[in-house]
């Protein structure tokens, strides 16, 4: 491999710092940051730039080619084969990122690299245009990683790849160069070769560059013809056939697919696309995804917008109730399936369509069956299925690891199905398996394996497999990318597609543009073994950690739970769900959950990061994670980095109490705080708006510490004269863990029997107006409410401050606590979403083994799960409530029975896309934390808040959400047990 000759970082580094009004990074944190992308490959970077805007770019570039340095530019790092990672990493996506302009008539935009593509997508919605490649990345994707991979996407099949869909670049080139290359003339053979005469006539360096260019082609006409473009797939190498006269010229669709290793683009015009009026989602099922793909050709003849495949494996992986919901949307019976997209000027026309295709289908002898779908929301259920597929796939169905390496081979349509019969016999040979999905409808598919990536044995397999699949591709005339470009992955293997011939002529294509070799070296051209620097051959996966969480979904294992990671970003999109508000005001890196999860990895790597549970770089990018766990359910991969970050803080601070922050004490202690406060809470109340308190407690000036209440809800409940089953009662009866009988049987008190309460730190003491108005309702639903004995607490904000021992011991005495009720089934109802989640999630996974752990996870519900499943008719309320989510209840409980009750209650949920509400328990008001936890409410809740009509209700069961609407705005947030015990006392 050829490489760029040494150079001295540190003054490169220097000089860049001088020049740049962006960041530049050469410290250990950035480059653990950028050493991978979403690939199996991991190459530290010597420095790390992220420019300010486009002119920084340019000089960033400019400094780094002339230093004779690597120039690898970075989008969303998204990329699956190692495409842009080692070198000088230019990162264009957090500033360089405006759209510049769009042309309604002329139907195009102006983009700079780092704009993401559902940021072009919405701009473009007004105007009923769209951007014609929409890979399942867009949400995180950026146009100047898409021009330089050449994606696809799922419409590919009718309004092509990124190549397809440029009109211009202006791009800088390695001599420092900046010029502007077009798309190429649709016209006669005559005006062509006046057109190419044209760019040949320029003087200096971009004259030069096109006579060279042109000469080129004029020497390799033949080859380029026979060996490049054969079909619209064909990825890999360079897209040597746009330079031909019969396309007119275009070069910028030769710089398409170069993977940055011809120049940089500063700016591109891009075409738009004109959306179908209507749309039908046509749902075909088949019994294996062989059958499916030979079905492809009959439906392309119909025109369709898209043609995606998706199967068995992938579906049953999905969480439950979006399995549930799939079907429901119309997902029919079948081992894989085809999602077929047909367009019309109208609903109706689009349904005819699909049904001429369903007829040709059928008289063709396919065994699909199919359901068309026409309702958007069920077409949203479906597609789900499709876009967390790269997510999903990296797990097998049996919890094993799965990667990429082999993952969008592509070859014509018409051979897709000879494709699946070969591969499927290359994966037998070696013992493999993996998941499939991908793009049938143009003969590429995407695929995740379970090579064996952690041993030299299994990395030779590797290699010995991705050389015969590459010949099986070769063999039916297709490319081993069809979408992803070659990267790391697939660059050496472009020898056994192309043969000499066309390595040669890559080869030569690279020296016209970048004779220096520093613009993305070692892609494509000069290409490192495909099975050198795979990221999990190291010592991360020979280090097992002893930990207090349990890992039991990744075999007891830290290192495994790391690999979880591969890269995807999705906790990078800024356009909606849960994950990762941090990441969504911030966009920076570093605090995403794929930087977090990536620093842990290097922390376990050890060679970068160094000081292990001690590294300040990991802490200092855990700092700003909301331990909110969206990236649990919204990762497709489910990455749970609040239980990283609890496990690395514990270790961190173990045995160096002195060392952590004084929120940790303030409120990771609050359920004792809050007890001792009880006895005394005007005193506790007065004492606690002081200044001199809150700085102590690590607490923020701007927030105002919650006021506890005169008279805790525990309190009130004995005051009001239930009584508690006794000591006596208790005495004998079989529990769990061998204590106890049974509680008597049958009704109890309430008609229905009886029901634990469960009274949270913040219910019990700061809101103990949520926990009356609880009882009222169960009571009216015909049930017998107890408290436990004895004062329990589910450990949550020791869990939270990374104080696991004393989070253990909290569970463990709370649940000795439950034990008689435990043993005789009796439900336990939770009010505060966090606290119910810890009980459902966390205490089986720090108590492993314990039993009742398992029964009280099991025993758990929701205040609106069981009254859900109740029964019960409640009170017609009415109206329509504006609801906040709880982080912890969206990710590990589920918001389906609050819509049930909601519904039955005559109320109209209004559930606004707004993630997180910023505050998530002690983060909001920690000191250093308060920006940014602001930024976070403002993003969507507090402003949809203010916005409501006066009528509306607020609702948001979780404490901090309401805490957090009460700061920001002037409406005070109801639990839903006060908005049913309202509409109960106005029936009275």
């Known amino acids: 491999?050829?490489?760029?000759?040494?150079?001295?970082?540190?003054?490169?580094?220097?000089?860049?710092?001088?020049?740049?009004?962006?960041?530049?990074?050469?410290?250990?944190?950035?480059?653990?940051?950028?050493?991978?992308?979403?690939?199996?490959?991991?190459?530290?970077?010597?420095?790390?730039?992220?420019?300010?805007?486009?002119?920084d770019l340019a000089t960033a570039v400019r400094l780094t080619a002339a230093a004779g340095a690597p120039v690898t530019l970075r989008g969303g790092g998204t990329s699956m084969a190692g495409n842009a990672i080692?070198?000088?990493?230019?990162?264009?996506?957090?500033?360089?990122?405006?759209?510049?302009?769009?042309?309604?008539?002329?139907?195009?935009?102006?983009?700079?690299?780092?704009?993401?593509?559902?940021?072009?997508?919405?701009?473009?919605?007004?105007?009923?245009?769209?951007?014609?490649?929409?890979?399942?990345?867009?949400?995180?994707a950026t146009l100047g990683g898409m021009i330089a991979n050449n994606a696809c996407g799922a419409h590919s099949v009718a309004w092509g790849t990124t190549a397809d869909n440029v009109r211009s670049l202006d791009v800088l080139l390695a001599d420092g160069t900046r010029c502007?290359?077009?798309?190429?003339?649709?016209?006669?053979?005559?005006?062509?070769?006046?057109?190419?005469?044209?760019?040949?006539?320029?003087?200096?360096?971009?004259?030069?560059?096109?006579?060279?260019?042109?000469?080129?082609?004029?020497?390799?006409?033949?080859?380029?013809?026979?060996?490049?473009?054969?079909?619209?797939?064909?990825?890999?190498?360079?897209?040597?056939?746009?330079?031909?006269?019969?396309?007119?010229?275009?070069?910028?669709?030769?710089?398409c697919g170069s993977e940055g290793g011809f120049a940089a683009t500063l700016q591109a015009t891009v075409a738009l696309t004109p959306l179908p009026a209507a749309k039908v989602l046509c749902v075909l099922g088949f019994a294996d995804s062989i059958s499916s793909a030979d079905c492809v050709p009959v439906v392309l003849r119909h025109g369709p917008l898209t043609m995606e495949s998706i199967n068995l494996d992938l579906v049953e992986r999905l969480p439950s109730e979006v399995r549930d919901a799939a079907v429901e949307a119309g997902l029919p019976a079948g081992q894989a399936w085809l999602l077929v997209e047909m367009g019309g000027e109208d609903e109706a026309s689009a349904?005819?369509?699909?049904?001429?295709?369903?007829?040709?289908?059928?008289d063709s002898g396919s065994p699909a069956s199919a359901s068309l779908v026409t309702d958007p929301g069920a077409q949203s259920v479906l597609w789900r299925c499709r876009t967390d597929a790269a997510g999903l796939a990296t797990r097998r169905a049996d919890g094993a690891e799965a990667w990429g390496g082999w993952e969008d081979a592509a070859v014509p349509p018409e051979r897709l199905g000879d494709y699946?019969?070969?591969?499927?016999?290359?994966?037998?040979?070696?013992?493999?398996?993996?998941?499939?999905?991908?793009?049938?409808?143009?003969?590429?598919?995407?695929?995740?394996?379970?090579?064996?990536l952690l041993s030299r044995r299994g990395l030779a397999t590797y290699r010995d497999f991705v050389e015969q699949a590459t010949d099986l591709v070769v063999s039916l005339g297709g490319s081993v990318s069809g979408e992803h470009g070659d990267?790391?992955?697939?660059?050496?293997?472009?020898?056994?597609?192309?043969?000499?011939?066309?390595v040669r002529l890559l080869t030569e294509m690279k020296d016209i543009w970048d004779p220096r070799r520093v613009m993305n070296p070692g892609v494509i051209v000069d290409p490192l073994p495909v099975d050198a620097g795979i990221r999990h051959d190291g010592p991360a996966k020979d280090r097992k950690l002893l930990t207090v969480f349990a890992y039991a979904d990744d075999n007891h294992d830290f290192a495994q739970a790391q690999r979880r990671c591969v890269g995807i970003g999705k906790c990078r999109q800024t356009s909606g769900g849960v994950m990762c508000p941090s990441y969504q005001v911030t966009r920076e890196e570093l605090h995403s959950t794929r930087g977090r999860a990536h620093l842990l990895w290097e922390m376990l790597e050890g060679d970068l990061v160094t000081d292990?549970?001690?590294?300040?770089?990991?802490?200092?990018?855990?700092?700003?994670?909301?331990?909110?766990?969206?990236?649990?359910?919204?990762?497709?991969?489910?990455?749970?980095?609040?239980?990283?970050?609890?496990?690395?803080?514990?270790?961190?601070?173990?045995?160096?109490?002195?060392?952590?922050?004084?929120?940790?004490?303030?409120?990771?202690?609050?359920?004792?705080?809050?007890?001792?406060?009880?006895?005394?809470?005007?005193?506790?109340?007065?004492?606690?708006?002081?200044?001199?308190?809150?700085?102590?407690?690590?607490?923020?000036?701007?927030?105002?510490?919650?006021?506890f209440a005169e008279q805790s809800f525990t309190d009130w409940f004995v005051a009001r004269g239930n009584s508690q089953p006794s000591q006596d009662a208790m005495a004998g009866r079989r529990g769990a863990e061998g204590q106890g009988g049974e509680v008597p049987g049958g009704e109890v008190g309430g008609g229905k029997g009886r029901v634990v309460l469960w009274p949270d730190t913040f219910t019990n003491y700061l809101a103990p107006e949520i926990g009356r108005a609880a009882v009222e309702v169960l009571e009216a639903a015909g049930y017998e409410v107890v408290l436990p004995e004895k004062p329990v607490c589910c450990g949550l904000t020791w869990v939270s401050t990374g104080q696991l021992g004393m989070a253990k011991t909290v569970m463990e005495r709370s649940l000795r606590a439950l034990a008689p009720h435990l043993a005789a089934g009796t439900p336990i109802v939770g009010l505060e979403p966090s606290c119910t989640a810890a009980l459902r999630q966390d205490a089986p996974e720090l108590l492993e083994g314990s039993k009742l752990a398992v029964a009280a996870a099991a025993s758990t519900y929701t205040f609106a799960e069981f009254l859900d499943q109740a029964e019960w008719k409640p009170p017609q309320v009415g109206g329509e409530a504006l609801v906040q989510t709880h982080c912890h209840q969206h990710a590990v409980l589920g918001f389906d029975a609050d819509r049930s009750v909601m519904a039955a209650a005559g109320i109209k949920a209004v559930v606004p896309d707004a993630g997180c509400c910023g505050l998530a328990g002690n983060f909001g008001f920690e000191r250093d934390h308060y920006e940014v936890s602001k930024a976070v409410g403002e993003r969507v809740l507090l402003p949809a808040v203010r916005e409501a009509d006066e009528q509306t209700a607020i609702v948001a069961d979780g404490f901090s959400c309401r805490t957090q609407i009460t700061h920001g705005t002037t409406r005070h947030p109801l639990h839903l047990a006060q908005l049913l015990a309202d509409a109960l006392d106005r029936d009275e």
């Open 487 to 502: 990267g790391r992955a697939r660059s050496e293997l472009l020898a056994r597609m192309y043969g000499e011939d066309g």
């Open 86 to 140: 080692g070198g000088v990493v230019i990162d264009a996506s957090r500033h360089v990122n405006r759209i510049l302009g769009i042309d309604r008539e002329a139907r195009t935009a102006i983009v700079e690299p780092g704009v993401v593509l559902t940021h072009l997508l919405a701009a473009a919605r007004p105007y009923g245009l769209a951007f014609g490649a929409d890979p399942s990345s867009g949400s995180r």
């Open 420 to 452: 699946l019969r070969g591969l499927d016999e290359v994966l037998g040979q070696h013992g493999l398996s993996g998941a499939s999905y991908g793009h049938f409808g143009e003969g590429c598919m995407h695929m995740r394996i379970d090579f064996d």
């Open 1 to 55: 491999m050829l490489t760029p000759a040494a150079y001295d970082v540190t003054g490169l580094a220097r000089e860049l710092r001088g020049n740049l009004r962006g960041t530049v990074g050469d410290d250990t944190r950035s480059r653990a940051l950028y050493a991978a992308d979403g690939s199996n490959y991991r190459d530290v970077p010597d420095v790390v730039v992220v420019p300010a805007d486009q002119d």
């Open 351 to 362: 349904a005819v369509a699909a049904r001429k295709m369903l007829e040709e289908l059928r």
């Open 180 to 255: 502007t290359f077009d798309a190429g003339l649709a016209g006669s053979a005559e005006e062509v070769a006046r057109y190419r005469e044209g760019f040949a006539g320029r003087g200096g360096a971009e004259g030069e560059l096109h006579r060279r260019l042109q000469g080129f082609v004029d020497r390799n006409e033949l080859i380029i013809r026979r060996r490049f473009g054969q079909f619209t797939r064909q990825i890999s190498g360079y897209a040597l056939h746009r330079l031909l006269p019969g396309n007119g010229y275009d070069v910028a669709g030769l710089l």
């Open 612 to 707: 292990g549970w001690r590294s300040t770089e990991v802490r200092d990018a855990l700092d700003l994670c909301l331990s909110c766990k969206g990236c649990q359910s919204d990762c497709p991969v489910n990455v749970d980095m609040a239980t990283y970050k609890a496990e690395f803080t514990h270790h961190h601070y173990a045995r160096r109490p002195w060392a952590r922050p004084l929120s940790h004490w303030s409120m990771g202690w609050l359920p004792v705080w809050s007890r001792i406060a009880s006895r005394a809470p005007r005193i506790v109340n007065k004492v606690t708006k002081s200044a001199l308190v809150k700085r102590l407690g690590g607490i923020a000036e701007q927030r105002e510490v919650p006021a």
